[in-house]
């Protein structure tokens, strides 16, 4: 079982950046696709950002690719650090319209890995495991 534990949710200001951590527990991290998904309330679950390698599981190095929803796109980034087990959501200029529940994801399978079908990266159903989510609130 793979646990994700996210963490650096809180409350910030208009403009303010913030950096959001998952934690990942629990089988072979880095051959794991990660994403973030974000929750309003009212709203469903949208697509943030994820992380992935194209390569063989057995590299020792792999090529990482990312994708970031275009709502997000030139102010979010996503990276990881192989050696922590940790995938970062990194976050600037921040908005009203980014309060949400930040949801960490992983999908073990290798379904992004593959790319199919296109933009899986994207899919809620593409992930196999949630962590319970970190609430960011934007005031303006």
């Known amino acids: 079982q793979v646990e994700l534990r996210e963490s650096g949710g809180g409350l910030v200001q208009a403009g303010d950046s913030r950096s959001l951590s998952c934690l990942v527990s629990g089988g072979s991290f880095s051959n794991y696709g990660m994403g973030w998904f974000r929750q309003a309330p009212g709203k469903e679950r949208e697509f943030v950002a994820a992380?992935?390698?194209?390569?063989?599981?057995?590299?020792?190095?792999?090529?990482?690719?990312?994708y970031v929803a275009g709502a997000v796109k030139g102010r979010f980034t996503t990276s990881r650090d192989n050696a922590k087990n940790t995938v970062l959501l990194e976050m600037t200029n921040l908005q009203p319209e980014d309060s949400a529940l930040y949801y960490c994801?992983?999908?073990?399978?290798?379904?992004?890995?593959?790319?199919?079908?296109?933009?899986?990266?994207?899919?809620?159903?593409?992930?196999?495991?949630w962590g319970q989510g970190t609430r960011i609130i934007v005031s303006s």
């Open positions: 994801a992983a999908d073990v399978e290798g379904r992004l890995r593959r790319g199919q079908p296109a933009g899986v990266m994207t899919l809620k159903m593409a992930y196999d495991y």
């Open positions: 992380s992935w390698s194209t390569g063989p599981t057995w590299k020792t190095e792999n090529t990482w690719q990312t």
